[in-house]
């Protein structure tokens, strides 16, 4: 029925615009022609019957005439005929929107992270950016839309292994024969959509077949040990690096921006020994940690105990120098002034150095020949310090026979009392003077204060 009204459609068209139709143009009393050879169709009422074509073409016709100042032969064909110019010029527009919605199909719009690739019969041309560009329409050009900004994921590992290779297992043999499971996933991007599009056919498929053969090598160039608990960035980056090698070979045109470790483990049957021996290993970290916080502790103090120690000597070297350099600058001014006044110079060193001894002695000397001047004795504080002296003595003493009492226990009854008693025995005398020792040490003294002053007087004589 459609192939029917089609060509009813073109042979009408044909047939208007005829230039040898003598009825072109014209119409009967209804807007409808009588074509030749052509039975004579009984009216139908409105509403019934399929829509009549030709009517709604000559509608059709007359409101484009309309539009381009011309009126159409209306029902009563009293209009001047446009001699087909109005339906020249409506189908010159249909095909020119028809043109134009054929030349609009070439348009596309790149998105942001996305690379269009135009091919022209199927090769390849070029390669658009993102914006809106145009091609040749179908099926002369036709495009790609490739997302190269989005960052794909793929997981390698024994569920995935099992569930798309149909394996039983796909455990990895290390170095030292035993057997671990790594779990990993691998992200990547598309860098080459040329390469994306005509050199690989799953790309999935291809990073993943590129990390089990990766992962497998890595695995077994290693041990146990290092795969479990040690080397495990090392791992990540030479897996890293051995897929991109492997997908570059390919040219699959991807680059792998990220491998992330999830997992490694050991088969069930051991894995309780694994912990053991992992635990182990864990308390030898944890001692080797702690002797290395007592070390760093230990050493700055030992340090800085050295160099307080060195500080010590230095100022103690300065004080001793400045003390040495201090006393003989005096001696060279005491000689000065002993050269002009050698008597009084030596009378003098001599006063100060028996003020010097004598200031810490308990002894008091008393001149009997100065006069009968009464003389204050603080016995007190001479008894006092007597007493202090004799229970330092005993003290010591006690401590000394201790000592000697544990190297030798019968030698402990005898040793004190031999000790206390000559000390009390020595200080006792000391504590108070009597006139007898009072005049002998006055008379010892004045002795040798002649005998010095004789020295001097024949020192001034020479």
Request: proline share 5%; charged share 25%; hydrophobic share 35%.
């Amino acid at each position: 029925m459609n192939d029917y009204n089609e060509r009813s459609i073109w042979l009408r068209m044909r047939a208007m615009l005829s230039l040898n139709d003598p009825r072109w143009g014209r119409g009967d009393g209804n807007g409808e022609r009588q074509r030749p050879n052509e039975p004579k169709r009984p009216p139908t009422k409105d509403g019934e019957g399929p829509p009549d074509l030709d009517e709604m073409w000559r509608d059709f016709n007359r409101r484009l005439s309309r539009v381009f100042g011309r009126k159409g032969g209306g029902a009563g064909g009293g209009g001047r005929p446009d001699n087909g110019r109005g339906a020249r010029i409506g189908v010159g527009i249909v095909i020119g929107v028809l043109i134009a919605i054929y030349l609009g199909s070439g348009v596309f719009v790149v998105q942001d992270g996305q690379a269009g690739v135009v091919m022209q019969f199927g090769k390849y041309r070029y390669t658009a950016g993102q914006g809106v560009h145009w091609r040749l329409p179908y099926p002369f050009e036709a495009h790609e839309l490739v997302n190269i900004g989005q960052i794909r994921q793929v997981e390698i590992g024994r569920n995935n292994v099992v569930r798309l290779a149909n394996v039983k297992d796909a455990s990895m043999l290390t170095h030292d024969a035993d057997i671990v499971d790594v779990r990993f996933a691998v992200q990547y991007q598309v860098s080459k959509p040329t390469d994306y599009l005509f050199r690989s056919v799953d790309p999935d498929q291809s990073v993943m077949q590129a990390a089990q053969a990766a992962v497998r090598s890595i695995v077994g160039a290693r041990s146990t040990n290092d795969i479990l608990y040690q080397d495990r960035e090392a791992i990540r980056q030479q897996l890293t690096a051995s897929i991109q090698q492997s997908l570059d070979e390919y040219q699959s045109g991807l680059t792998v921006t990220g491998v992330t470790i999830q997992g490694v483990q050991v088969p069930d049957q051991v894995q309780a020994a694994f912990d053991d021996a992992a635990k182990v290993r864990q308390d030898n970290e944890r001692a080797k940690r702690e002797a290395q916080a007592y070390a760093a502790e230990l050493l700055p103090r030992a340090q800085a105990d050295v160099a307080r120690q060195v500080d010590e000597a230095k100022t103690y070297s300065d004080k001793t120098v400045a003390q040495a350099q201090g006393d003989a600058e005096r001696f060279k001014q005491v000689y000065a002034q002993y050269s002009k006044a050698p008597a009084v110079i030596r009378e003098r060193m001599y006063l100060e150095t028996m003020q010097h001894i004598y200031s810490n002695t308990t002894k008091v000397f008393v001149d009997s020949k100065s006069g009968n001047n009464v003389l204050y004795l603080p016995l007190d504080k001479l008894v006092e310090q007597t007493r202090q002296r004799v229970a330092d003595a005993a003290a010591a003493a006690s401590g000394a026979a201790a000592a000697a009492g544990a190297s030798a226990p019968q030698g402990t009854g005898t040793a004190a009392p031999s000790v206390a008693a000559p000390s009390a025995a020595a200080s006792t005398p000391a504590a108070v003077a009597t006139p007898a020792s009072q005049a002998a040490a006055s008379s010892d003294a004045l002795r040798s204060r002649d005998s010095f002053r004789s020295r001097m007087r024949e020192d001034d004589v020479q």
